[in-house]
């Protein structure tokens, strides 16, 4: 990434009075700040911007719950389009800003491109996220959002009915007799008391899906590498590894995510390891199951029976072996099809899309650090701040090998878990590589882009004595081996370094190089390095108020008495270049530069 000094022309330098300026400048030993301020705050971060009546549009191309679109209804322009054709979609999507589906819509490279950078969240009215191409929405800088808790018992309760019919040929019978026939002796059925299930993934749905099956009688065991073994305790279930689970089963229930690892986790390979006489319940994904061979594994005997509610193509074609099975019970991929469940999804997610469309963190994002509400309401003022310092250390550098090589440094006195900074660390890269390309960075595709731009940023936490309350003093970025269009923000180390800090919930810069100044980061910021000598402030003060700028704020930071002083001035609007021209010419200016926000 080669540093653009272009975009920020207004700059005057004038020889520092020592050589080698620009690592040479001491830090200040003593420093004083003369500081007015307005109080002002600053302005939130919007992550949209939406179309020509200000609202954004949001597309609706599945069924949702009437409170959801009501939530909806409220913010933006709502277009409900159920069963569009790939092109269908591919075609509006330019048109959006935001994406709500369900399971039975491929949002795949193809709408992200199409969608012309326009799409900014899409929204998963459910859990599983396997319709969804993550690494193009992240390539793309598009979040996505699911609602990860809505359904979880209406998917746990359906897995508990499919288990029940299906050990007692529910579906079957009801067919049979609908056909006018009475088999008692053909559907004997089986009892779950007393059986074991293995339930494969014990996460939400699982762990529910367990604590039923219990007050059923069953004795029940799980499998799940990430689960933690105190969750399963309290639950009274006990983690086995993969191989035992399906060896000691006599029921195997499915709720594990399709990923890479899980799918068709169960194949003709694991079939054989299975209790002669097994039953399987599937309300997972129709991936994790490799279907050809769960057929010739009721075939063989191997699966007495199967109660499948999701399968690889959906809908299945009609002369599926499978689905065709006498022992095989189906359900059109019904698990989250409740009342309640799809009024709470659609409410979930309505507020989730709402909530990124403003510009708000959001904490059930797929594609992005999943940092808790209340953790992302503490950092607010954080984020704001590290996204500035990101921009002004960005606009000081003047040329050098580009800006590759970044430092960032959180001081705070809380202990490194206490604190979330992949947050900040995106912020920061937005700010750096926002004014120097046309790449739109968020939170999703922040390290993508770092990555993709050869920014390497190497994080550094100090850990300061005090009260962990604020969750942090100060952050620093800097920027190593370039040069600066202002050499007084060079320090000791050789780097461009801007430090900042949160002041009654307002970021401030509070260091530029070794000078320490104090200037609350909102419109933009004029640095001038000067002999520290009376009148200064005022002199600039008058240059920017004959020409009708209003000043926010001041700051003056200085080495020692009369020697040099770097002040920092936030103005409203930005100076014309015959204003700041007057401005350097001032005598005791030395050199001094413009910074846009
Ligand atoms: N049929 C339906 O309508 C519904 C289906 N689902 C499906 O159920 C799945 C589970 O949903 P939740 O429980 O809410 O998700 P979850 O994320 O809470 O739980 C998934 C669990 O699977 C575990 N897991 C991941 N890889 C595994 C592996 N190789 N072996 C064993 N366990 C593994 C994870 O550690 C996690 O604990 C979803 O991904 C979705 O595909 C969810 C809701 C409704
Ligand atoms: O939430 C899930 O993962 C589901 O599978 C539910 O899918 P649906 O929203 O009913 O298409």
Redesign the pocket.
Known sequence: MAASSASFANTVRKPLPVSNLSSKLPIPSAFTTVSFRTNRRPSHVVFISASLDGKPTVLVAEKLGEAGLALLKEFANVDCSYNLSPEELNTKISLCDALIVRSGTKVNREVFESSGGRLKVVGRA???I?NVDLAAATEHGCLVVNA?TA??VA?AE?GIALLASMARNIAQSDASVKAGKWQRNKYVGVSLVGKTLAV???????TEVARRAKGLGMHVIA?????PADRARAVGVELVGFDEALATADFISL?????P??SK?LNDETFAKMKKGVRIVN???GGVIDEEALVRALDAGIVAQAAL??FMVEPPPQDSKLVQHERVTVTP????STMEAQEGVAIEIAEAVVGALKGELASTAVNAPMVPAEVLSELKPFVILAEKLGKLAVQLVAGGSGVKTVKVTYASSRGPDDLDTRVLRAMITKGLVEPISDVFVNLVNADFTAKQRGLRIAEERVILDGSPENPLEFIQVQIANVESKFASAISESGDVTVEGRVKDGVPHLTKVGSFEVDVSLEGSIILCRQVDQPGMIGTVGSILGSENVNVSFMSVGRIAPRKHAVMAIGVDDQPSNATLKKIGDVPAIEEFVFLKL
């Open positions: 459910g859990v599983g396997d990860p359904n979880t998917a359906h494969m993934g014990f996460g939400k749905v699982g499998h799940d590498p990430y689960a709720h594990m995510p399709l990923t690892a899980t986790i309300v997972a994904r509610d999701v991929h019904l698990g989250a």
